[in-house]
């Protein structure tokens, strides 16, 4: 998809922000709770744009739409269950795609 393009479903487009950081979970005191917690690792924040202004009343579409968008699809990371390990939401060949 180019960028600008509308994306196939609910003509929305969204672009992953790789350098987008969150200072928030970086910080000294957050590391030591998510340490405490046995969180630290396993979780991540990562930051996709949107093109349109967002409407509450199609809050189904949009979500919809995020987790159909071919940028969101091969960038967006989520933990295994089973392995604990950071795996993408595509599939490739059947299998989910490790990190």
């Not at 340490?35 to 189904?60: H, P, V």
């Not at 960038?75 to 989910?96: E, Y």
């Amino acid at each position: 998809m180019a960028t600008g393009e509308l994306g196939d479903v609910g003509g929305y487009y969204f672009r992953f922000l790789p350098q987008k950081t969150f200072q928030s979970l970086n910080s000294k005191e957050i590391t030591s709770r998510l340490r405490q917690w046995s969180m630290l690792g396993r979780i991540k924040a990562q930051a996709f744009g949107f093109d349109q202004t967002f409407q509450a009343y199609r809050k189904d579409d949009f979500v919809m739409a995020f987790f159909k968008d071919p940028n969101v699809i091969p960038n967006l990371k989520l933990l295994s269950d089973s392995s604990g390990q950071w795996i993408t939401l595509g599939f490739a060949s059947g299998r989910l795609r490790k990190i």
